[in-house]
Every structure is written in structure tokens, then in C-alpha cells.
């Protein structure tokens, strides 16, 4: 991964320090989660954000096999509850995390 210098505002950098050590992150990669999590849930509005929060975690934690088995068994499940039903093709999870998922 490339890295940038860039200013942050104060607080941002302070809730980070906050945030990152009961996590196990550092600051800079607190930060970066939280970019990940916000571009996540813009991405996919109609989806819970603890949703998009577990399948973040699945991404950092368990890796690819694991989430290709769950990930879309747990996007399918949150999505009907929302609708009450099942609604057919759901938006691709690969537009969200940038990656495939083969089923």
C-alpha cells in the first residue's frame, strides 16, 4: 500500500487515538478504516452499517474463503429482512470492498 502525508484536523487525529488502541490499530490505520467504513456505507445506503461493519471485519479478520462462503449468504439474509422479502439480484459486493466473490 502507497502512502500520502496529508494534515487532518485535530480531532479527527485525537478520536483516532481514541479508537485505535482498543482496536489493535495504529492511528493512521484507525483513520483508514474509518475512510473504508464511510465509502462502505455511501456505497450501499440501504444496507445496516453494522452490516458493512461485519463484513469489513470479515475482510481484516478471516479472509477471502471464508468471506466468499459468508459474505453473500449475509448480504442476501440482511437485504430480505429490510424488504420483507426476497427481492432477486442484489448490487454486487465487489463494487463495495474491491473484491470478487465467486459463487
Known amino acids: 500500500m502507497t502512502a500520502l502525508a496529508i494534515e487532518m484536523p485535530f480531532d479527527i487525529v485525537s ?17 483508514a478504516h474509518w475512510a473504508k467504513l464511510g465509502k462502505a456505507v455511501e456505497d450501499n445506503p440501504d444496507l445496516p452499517v ?29 437485504l430480505a429482512s429490510l ?11 465487489e463494487r463495495t470492498f474491491g473484491r470478487e466473490v465467486d459463487l
Open 50 to 78: 453494522e452490516f458493512t461493519k461485519d463484513i469489513l471485519a470479515a475482510l481484516e479478520e478471516e479472509g477471502d474463503e471464508t468471506l466468499k462462503k459468508s459474505c453473500v449468504a449475509k448480504q442476501n439474509a440482511a
Open 15 to 31: 478520536a483516532a487515538k481514541t479508537y485505535a488502541a482498543p482496536n489493535r490499530r495504529t492511528v493512521p490505520a484507525q483513520i
Open 83 to 93: 424488504c420483507g422479502t426476497w427481492v432477486g439480484e442484489f448490487p454486487p459486493i
